[in-house]
C-alpha cells in the first residue's frame, strides 16, 4: 500500500533539492472528505497533501497549462514539474511524450499505484452512505475501501463505489515514473469492456435512440473537452477562432468559412462534436474516465471512447499511451490490418 | 393522382484522385452506366480524408458516403490508403454504436482501370439504401 | 392575495391552466430540469434545484434573431424571428433564481432592449417556490441580499405547508393566476399563516454558507486587480463552461450566421450562450487575446459579479444559488475566493 508520509517525504526532498519547480498533488476540499487538485510550491505545503480513494483528479491535464505558461515567459523556468498520477494518469503523460507535446524532462512523476482497488464514484458513493455524514475514504487493502461516516468506519468492497472505470481497469499501476508508491499489481478484470456490451447488443433504431436522447442533453459546456488532458490542441474544431471575423468580412466571405461544428446545442451539432472527439480520442483515451465525471447533464461519455479503445485492440492490438516511442495508434499502420470491410 | 416519388438516396463519395476518381471517369467514358445518386468528391488521396468530412457530409443530408482509394500498394504517396483503413475502420464502428445503418457507410479500393467495379459498387450501394429511405439521424436540424 | 391550495390539487390546478405551456422540475436521471408539462399530471415540486437554471425558458441558449436570404435582384430579404408569445408557467422557481429572472430582466432593459427576453418574460408568470432547507450546502442566498422566501421576481410564491401549498401573490399577473384557482383553494387560517411564517424565518437559519462584511467587497475587489490571487486560485480552472452556463444571471452570449446554403445565400442569425471562461471569448480578429489567461478569466467572473455590476447598479450580480460552487468540476469556490479576496495582504 501506498503510505502517505513516505509520498509526502519524497514530495518535500524534491522541493526541496529544488528538482522541481511544483508538485501537482490533492489536497482536501475545505472541510469536505473529497479532494481538489492542489498546486504545491512550498515545502509546507506538502502537509496537506493526500491520497486516497477521493483523488479522482486526471491531474497530467495541467501539464497543458503549464506548457502554456512557459511559453508566454521570456526566461522560463524549464525544471520539470512534479506530477502526482495513478496508473491511467501515466498512460497519458506517455501520450504525451510519444505526440512530443512534452518531453520526459518536463515532468518528474511521482506514481501511485490503485492496487486492488481505485477512485471512487462519488454519486455511488454518496447512494449507498445516503443521509450519513461521510468524513474520510481510506485505503483498506486487498480490494477494499474503508468510509468513515461520523465516528463510525465501515469497510466495504471497492467495487461498491468504485468509479466504473476502475472496475474495468487491467493497468492500476503507474508504467511510467520516476518514483513509485504502493506495489505493481497485475489485475485479472473478467471483462474489461463489460460498460459498452449492453450498448453494443442493441440494434440500431434501440443505439440511436439512446445516443439521440443522450445527445439532446449536452449543454456545449466544452467540460468534457477542457478536462481531458489530451484535448490540448490549441484550436478546435469546434471552436471558431480560427475564423477571423473583421468588420469588414462579408456575408458572403462568412459563409463559405468552414464551420464544423455550430455552437448551437441541436443534436446534428452536439453529435458532430462528439464524434470528432471520439475520433480523435481514439487510440489517445486512456480512460481515466474524466469527461465523463464532469459532464453536468450524466452524458456517459465515457462509453464513446471506451467504443474506440476496444476496436482499437480488437483491430489492432493496441493500447494506449504504453509504447511512447513508437508511433500512436493512427500513425501507423499494419499491412495486414484488417480490410474484410473494404469493397 | 399524384404518384409517389421514389427515394433517390444521395451519396458522397470521397474519390482519391489517382485511383479512385479515375476509375469513375473510365466508368463515364466507357459509357458504363450507373445510378446519377453519387456526388464525386475528388481528394488527393484516401489518407487525406478526415473523419470530419464524413461527419459533415452525413450533417449536410447525405443518405451515404464512400470513401475510396487505391489498391493496397497502390497509394500514389505510398502508404495513405493504409492510413485511411485504419482511420475508416474507427469511423465505421463509431457510426454503427451510434446508431447508424452500417450500410450507410462505405470504404472501397477502385483502381483507375476498374470503372466497371466503380460501376457496381454504386449500383449495389443505392440498392443498399434505398430500403433505409433518408437519413435523418444526422442531418442537420439548425 | 393569500390562499391555501391543497396539494394533491396542484395538478387539478395546472389542468384549469390549458391556455398556458407549463414549465415545472423534472427529474431526468439524476439530474433536475425544468421541462415542458404535456402531461400536466405530473408537476411534482418535491426537488432540490434544477441543474440548469430557469433562465434557459426565457433566454434560449439558442435564439433565432433574423433569418436572411439572397434576393435574384443582389440584395438580401431579411425576416424577423420573434419568440412565440404562448404565455407561459414556470412552477417551482426558487427564490434565487426568481431573482436571477429578475436581474436578467434589468439587464434586458438597459440601453438596447432585448426584446427577444422581454417578450417572453412578459408572457411568463413565475409560481416559486419557498426554499425549507437549503437544496444546496453551497447556497448562500442571505449574503446577497436574498433569503429562501425572497418574493423578489415572483409573481407568485409558494411555500410548503407539507399537505398544502401556502400561496402568496406577488404580482398582478399572480393575482390574476390565483384567480384561476378558484374552488380549489381556501383562505388561510391563522395557524396556516403562523406556519408559513415560521418556515421562512426557519430557513434562513438553515442556509450554512455565510459571507460577512458584503458591503465592504467592493473596496476590497478594487484593490487587488493587479494581484497574484487570482493566479492562486484559478491553478485548477478547467477553462469550461460550467460556471456561467449554470449560473442563474450570466448573460453573455455570442451572434453568428448558420448557413443554410450558400448559392443563393441563405441563413439564420442565432445567439447562443457565450461565456467569459472560455478562452476565444475576448478573441479579438487581430489574434490579440485581452484575457488570455484563466486568472484573468476567473477575475472577470468575480469582477463583473460582485463589484462592476455592483457599482452600475447597486446589487450583486450572484444570487447565492450555489449551483457554480456545487458544479465546479475542480471545486473552485467563488465564495471561497470572495473570502481570500477580503484578506488578501498584497
Ligand atoms: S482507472 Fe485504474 S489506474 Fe486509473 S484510477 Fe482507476 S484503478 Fe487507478
Ligand atoms: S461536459 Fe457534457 S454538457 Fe458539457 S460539452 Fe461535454 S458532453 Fe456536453
Ligand atoms: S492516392 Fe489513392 S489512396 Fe492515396
Same mark, same amino acid.
Given at each position: ?343 | ?142 | ?22 414549465? !415545472? ?15 400536466? !399530471? ?59 429572472? !429578475? ?11 432585448? *426584446? ?27 449574503? *446577497? ?34 384567480? +384561476? ?21 426557519? +430557513? ?97 467572473? *468575480? ?44
Amino acid at each position: 500500500m501506498v503510505t502517505l508520509e513516505e509520498l509526502k517525504d519524497n514530495c518535500r526532498q524534491i522541493l526541496k533539492e529544488g528538482k522541481v519547480k511544483y508538485i501537482i498533488g490533492y489536497k482536501r476540499k475545505n472541510g469536505q472528505y473529497m479532494t481538489v487538485p492542489a498546486f504545491l510550491d512550498r515545502i509546507e505545503e506538502v502537509d496537506h497533501l493526500v491520497w486516497d480513494p477521493s483523488c479522482i483528479y486526471n491531474l497530467v491535464r495541467y501539464l497543458r497549462d503549464e506548457k502554456m505558461r512557459k511559453e508566454k515567459e521570456k526566461e522560463p523556468d524549464t525544471r520539470p514539474v512534479g506530477v502526482i498520477v495513478k496508473g491511467c494518469d501515466s498512460r497519458a503523460v506517455n501520450i504525451l511524450i510519444q505526440e512530443n507535446y512534452i518531453t520526459r524532462d518536463d515532468v518528474y512523476i511521482i506514481g501511485v499505484s490503485c492496487e486492488k482497488s481505485g477512485i471512487v464514484d462519488e454519486k455511488k458513493l454518496t447512494k449507498k452512505f445516503a443521509g450519513k455524514d461521510i468524513r474520510k475514504l481510506d485505503f483498506a487493502g486487498n480490494g477494499k475501501i474503508q468510509v468513515t461516516c461520523g465516528t463510525k468506519n465501515s469497510v466495504v468492497p471497492a467495487e461498491e463505489i468504485l468509479a466504473d472505470r476502475c472496475i474495468e481497469c487491467t493497468i492500476p499501476t503507474p508504467i511510467v515514473f520516476d518514483v513509485l508508491f504502493g506495489e505493481k499489481t497485475d489485475r485479472e478484470v473478467p471483462d474489461p469492456f463489460k460498460t459498452i456490451k449492453e450498448l453494443e447488443s442493441f440494434d440500431t433504431t434501440r443505439k440511436w435512440e439512446f445516443w439521440k436522447e443522450e445527445m439532446d442533453k449536452c449543454i456545449r459546456c466544452y467540460a468534457c473537452r477542457s478536462v481531458c488532458p489530451m484535448c490540448y490542441c490549441d484550436e478546435c474544431v469546434a471552436d471558431s477562432i480560427s475564423l477571423a471575423v473583421k468588420p469588414d468580412t462579408t456575408a458572403e466571405e462568412k459563409a463559405h468559412k468552414i464551420r464544423w461544428v455550430e455552437k448551437s446545442p441541436v443534436i446534428s451539432e452536439n453529435f458532430n462534436y462528439h464524434l470528432i472527439r471520439a475520433m480523435h480520442l481514439a487510440g489517445r483515451c486512456v480512460d481515466c474516465g474524466e469527461c465523463d465525471r464532469v459532464c453536468p447533464v450524466d452524458i456517459p461519455l465515457r462509453y464513446l471512447n471506451r467504443k474506440m479503445e476496444k476496436e482499437s485492440l480488437d483491430h489492432f492490438g493496441y493500447t494506449a499511451g504504453m509504447e511512447p516511442e513508437k508511433p500512436t495508434l493512427v500513425s501507423c499502420f499494419r499491412e495486414d490490418d484488417p480490410e474484410e470491410f473494404i469493397l | 393522382m399524384k404518384m409517389e416519388e421514389k427515394f433517390e438516396p444521395k451519396i458522397v463519395a470521397f474519390l482519391c484522385k489517382w485511383c479512385s476518381s479515375a476509375g469513375s471517369d473510365l466508368a463515364g467514358v466507357s459509357r458504363l452506366k450507373y445510378p446519377p445518386n453519387v456526388v464525386p468528391i475528388t481528394v488527393m488521396c484516401s489518407g487525406s480524408v478526415s473523419p470530419n468530412y464524413i461527419f459533415s457530409a452525413f450533417k449536410k443530408g447525405a443518405d451515404g458516403v464512400l470513401v475510396s482509394g487505391c489498391h493496397p500498394g497502390d497509394c500514389h504517396y505510398m502508404k495513405g490508403n493504409y492510413y485511411a483503413r485504419r482511420r475508416i475502420t474507427l469511423v465505421k464502428e463509431l457510426l454503427d454504436f451510434i446508431g447508424i445503418e452500417p450500410q450507410r457507410f462505405h470504404m472501397s479500393w477502385v483502381s483507375a482501370a476498374e470503372g466497371a467495379k466503380f460501376t457496381e459498387i454504386i449500383s449495389d450501394f443505392v440498392k443498399e439504401l434505398e430500403p433505409l429511405g433518408p437519413q435523418n439521424k444526422l442531418r442537420s436540424n439548425l | 392575495m393569500e390562499k391555501v391550495l391543497l396539494k394533491k390539487d396542484l395538478n387539478s390546478w395546472a389542468g384549469k391552466l390549458g391556455s398556458y405551456d407549463i414549465y !415545472a422540475p423534472f427529474k431526468s436521471g439524476d439530474v433536475w430540469g425544468y421541462e415542458l408539462m404535456e402531461n400536466q !399530471a405530473e408537476i411534482t415540486l418535491d426537488y432540490p434545484n434544477t441543474a440548469i437554471p430557469p433562465k434557459k425558458i426565457l433566454f434560449p441558449q439558442r435564439e433565432v434573431l433574423f433569418e436572411f436570404e439572397a434576393t435574384q435582384e443582389g440584395g438580401m430579404e431579411i425576416r424577423e424571428v420573434l419568440p412565440d408569445d404562448t404565455p407561459k408557467i414556470i412552477f417551482g422557481v426558487r427564490s434565487c433564481d426568481a431573482r436571477g429572472l !429578475a436581474k436578467l430582466g434589468k439587464i434586458s432593459q438597459g440601453g438596447i432592449e432585448d *426584446v427577444y427576453f422581454t417578450r417572453r418574460r412578459n408572457q411568463t408568470v413565475i409560481a416559486g417556490l419557498a426554499c425549507h432547507n437549503p437544496p444546496s450546502p453551497y447556497c448562500f442566498c442571505t449574503s *446577497v441580499g436574498g433569503s429562501p422566501h425572497s418574493l423578489e421576481g415572483m409573481d407568485i410564491l409558494m411555500t410548503d405547508l407539507g399537505d398544502a401549498y401556502y400561496l402568496e401573490s406577488v404580482t398582478e399577473e399572480g393575482v390574476k393566476l390565483m384567480g +384561476s384557482a378558484e374552488g380549489i383553494v381556501t383562505d388561510p387560517d391563522d395557524k396556516q399563516k403562523a406556519d408559513k411564517e415560521k418556515i421562512h424565518s426557519d +430557513s434562513e437559519k438553515k442556509i450554512l454558507l455565510d459571507i460577512s462584511d458584503m458591503e465592504k467587497i467592493n473596496e476590497a475587489l478594487s484593490e487587488i486587480f493587479d494581484t497574484g490571487l487570482w493566479d492562486r486560485e484559478s491553478l485548477s480552472c478547467l477553462r469550461c463552461g460550467i460556471c456561467t452556463f449554470s449560473c442563474p444571471v450570466c448573460h453573455c452570449f455570442d451572434v453568428n450566421d448558420e448557413i443554410i446554403r450558400t448559392h443563393p445565400l441563405k441563413g439564420k442569425r442565432v445567439r447562443t450562450w457565450d461565456n467569459c471562461q472560455f478562452p476565444d471569448f475576448t478573441m479579438h480578429s487581430s489574434g490579440h487575446n485581452p484575457r488570455s489567461d484563466k486568472a484573468s478569466r476567473l477575475r472577470q467572473r *468575480v469582477m463583473h459579479k460582485f463589484r462592476y455590476f455592483n457599482e452600475n447598479c447597486e446589487e450583486f450580480l450572484c444570487t447565492g444559488c450555489g449551483r457554480c460552487i456545487e458544479k465546479c468540476p475542480v471545486g473552485i469556490d467563488i465564495v471561497e475566493v470572495l473570502e481570500k479576496a477580503k484578506t488578501y495582504e498584497k
